[in-house]
Structures are given as structure tokens and as C-alpha cells.
């Protein structure tokens, strides 16, 4: 079964400019904002334009162009924030939920990147 997208949802929305967004970076296949719901200091989504629902959905099918003008709009936004440990920034973690057991609650690729804090562990230890 292929993945079917909803193109209600609210990144969706929010691509063709219906809700607006404070916007971090925009490249050609890319669009980083700010969270509404901020878990930190810094708490970004960085999604691609193109109707994929997940990560897998994404990195399967999406085509080259798209998936290295996503991974460097990701380094883009840590190197805008200050945050990538390479230039002397305090780190950052990047979340990418998925389906039902993921906890995914809107159904477009998105992924958090959130920095500014210590974030402490992120599964326990055992």
C-alpha cells in the first residue's frame, strides 16, 4: 500500500501561503519556520514542498534535487541559529515522528530541530 497525502493539512496549508509562518529559511524545495509550539529556545520545522508524508515516503521517492536541497537546508538553519557544534554552537537534535506508533500528528515530512537548552536524553538508558 503507497502512501496517500492529504493536501488539507496544515504545512499544506501553510506552503501555498493559506496560514502564515514565521519563516527561518525557503530554498527551492524547502521551507524552515519557527514552531508555534516552541519545546525550546530554538524549535524550527524544516519540511520539503513536494506532497511526501514521511521520512521513508520522502527518501524513497523524492528525487535527488530534493533530498540534498533538504539535508542542506537542515546544516543551513543549525549554521543560522548558531547552533551547529562546528562553528563553536552548543549542539541540537533533529525529530522526525512517523505514523501512529511515532506519534506523527500531521501527515507531511517534518522535521524538528531543537536547540538552545540542554535537551537532556532522549530514550532512557536500559
Do not use: W
Amino acid at each position: 500500500m503507497g502512501y496517500l497525502y492529504d493536501d488539507q493539512n496544515i504545512f499544506a496549508k501553510i506552503l501555498r501561503g493559506e496560514i502564515p509562518n514565521t519563516t527561518v529559511l525557503e530554498t527551492e524545495h524547502c521551507l524552515a519556520f519557527r514552531d508555534i509550539s516552541a519545546q525550546a529556545p530554538e524549535h524550527v520545522l524544516v519540511i520539503p514542498k513536494g506532497p511526501y508524508v514521511c521520512f521513508d515516503h520522502f527518501a524513497n521517492t523524492a528525487s535527488a534535487e530534493e533530498i540534498v536541497d533538504f539535508t542542506r537546508a537542515i546544516g543551513q538553519v543549525t549554521s543560522a541559529l548558531k547552533v551547529d557544534p562546528g562553528t563553536g554552537g552548543d549542539g541540537y537534535r533533529l525529530l522526525a515522528n512517523t505514523g501512529k506508533d511515532g506519534v506523527q500528528d500531521v501527515p507531511h515530512l517534518h522535521v524538528h530541530l531543537v536547540a538552545g537548552r540542554p535537551l537532556g536524553r532522549m530514550l532512557r538508558d536500559g
